[in-house]
């Protein structure tokens, strides 16, 4: 009788649990909270100036929001479905080498790294400015805090997955709860602005026929710029505990919370601001805010808006280190193809 050795299955036996791979820890709840993290940030604060800017109509600018949510379902259904079948970390990367070979994953890879680290960059000096705001003594520092924070996390996620996914948990639900309360307050408080926006209203030109069409599908595309990361899930598909339920669970649910806190955002601000303050204006959550908390608006957005940004942050982290660890465990990080 004659045996064969296979190194491979020896050597991973020998391998202690937990060693050389990683963990399945991770459920529906951090996958939601992962991509609430990465796509609620410094978006939210601009969006709604751009949209009422095109398309200054109250229907028109809650409309191009559910249309935008629609849009995401379709893309959700095909990437929920891939989530399933390649249960693998590494985000878009790992499909895009599946069906369009070695050098489509090196460059989707690479340039997916590329673009989160700049977000991150950027996400971080924003930080930095509106810290200098809230507190005097740190104004000016913006690239010293920026450098401090992204070390921070850095540390924390050395720690581990787990602390990495508790952080990611605790600020992504900051982030929702302060969002959500900042809406019923401008529901509950802002009846007199409202009063005020109704009977001083000015009505801004609707474009028509295919320069309206154009407009819808400008606003269109900024919308559905400003939801993009629904999908953060895939970016940790061999540590979901169950990928087969849990990241199509993870992607829809990702897609129904982050377009309802757009909607509901939106039409806070529409309530509180007439169409004409909206338009064109960069902060109008802000506007908003203040209109109805008085002199502690600004201060309120700002730190709602660190919060946001910081679990930005460290969903950008724990995206960008999954995608080299998926093109390097393929071979894939420094050419497109084996030599």
Not at 15 to 35: E, N
Not at 64 to 74: D, K, S, T
Request: aromatic share 10%.
């Amino acid at each position: 009788m004659s045996t064969t050795f296979d190194a491979s299955s020896s050597s991973e036996a020998a391998r202690p649990p937990g060693r050389g791979r990683l963990l399945q820890v991770l459920g529906v709840w951090f996958g939601i909270a992962a991509a609430i993290g990465n796509t609620i940030a410094a978006g939210i604060v601009t969006a709604q100036g751009f949209i009422a800017t095109l398309l200054p109509n109250l229907w028109l600018f809650w409309g191009v929001w559910l249309l935008g949510g629609i849009y995401a379902l379709f893309g959700a259904s095909s990437l929920a479905e891939l989530g399933a079948a390649i249960p693998k970390s590494g985000g878009q990367y790992n499909y895009s080498r599946r069906a369009l070979g070695e050098y489509a994953g090196f460059v989707v890879g690479w340039s997916d790294w590329i673009s989160t680290c700049g977000t991150n960059a950027v996400v971080a000096l924003v930080i930095g400015n509106y810290s200098g705001v809230l507190i005097p003594a740190l104004a000016g520092k913006d690239a010293i805090i920026a450098v401090i924070v992204l070390l921070a996390f850095a540390l924390l996620q050395w720690r581990g997955v787990k602390w990495g996914s508790a952080a990611q948990l605790i600020t992504a639900a900051l982030k929702t709860g302060a969002f959500l309360v900042l809406v019923i307050a401008c529901f509950a408080l802002g009846g007199a602005s409202h009063a005020a926006s109704v009977a001083n209203v000015v009505v801004l030109p609707l474009k028509s026929g295919w320069l309206l069409a154009a407009a819808f599908m400008m606003a269109l595309q900024k919308v559905i710029y400003t939801v993009d990361g629904w999908d953060g899930v895939i970016y940790f598909g061999e540590e979901v505990k169950d990928p087969g339920r849990d990241v199509p669970r993870a992607i829809f649910g990702s897609v129904f919370s982050i377009i309802s806190i757009y909607v509901l955002l939106s039409a806070a601000v529409a309530y509180v601001l007439p169409m004409n303050e909206i338009a064109g204006n960069g902060f109008a959550l802000g506007t908003a805010a203040a209109r109805v908390l008085g002199v502690y608006g600004d201060t309120v957005i700002r730190s709602i808006m660190i919060i946001s940004l910081l679990s930005c942050i460290n969903a950008c982290q724990l995206f960008s280190t999954r995608t080299l660890y998926a093109m390097s465990s393929d071979g894939c990080s420094s050419r497109p193809l084996p030599m």
